[in-house]
């Protein structure tokens, strides 16, 4: 029963930190320029910030860094910035 808990608490924190990134890498990520050019939704944003999460996420596990969950989020809010700094065109 403790590995569905870990298993649960783990995609709800990698969701949120997903959908956390994506919103506000929308709202407050650009210029108000660019704002104007180019206009993408923040359920967009959100989701490709948790397809970034998701991503940094398990490269943290790939790399071994398993006995501390701490790291394995900070891979997914990286990750999760990465994605979205990639998706807009840098």
Do not use: C
Not at 37 to 48: C, F, G, N, P, Q
Not at 77 to 87: D, E, K, M
């Amino acid at each position: 029963m403790a590995v569905i808990t870990t298993g649960m608490a783990n995609l709800l924190i990698v969701l949120a930190i997903g959908i956390g990134a994506g919103i506000g890498f929308n709202r407050y990520g650009q210029t108000w320029l660019r704002q104007l050019a180019t206009r993408h939704s923040d359920v967009t944003s959100a989701l490709v910030g948790i397809a970034g999460a998701f991503i940094g996420f398990h490269v943290g596990v790939i790399l071994g860094l398993l006995p501390l969950p701490l790291m394995q989020y900070v891979m997914a809010a990286v990750g999760a910035v990465l994605v979205l700094w990639l998706w807009r065109g840098r």
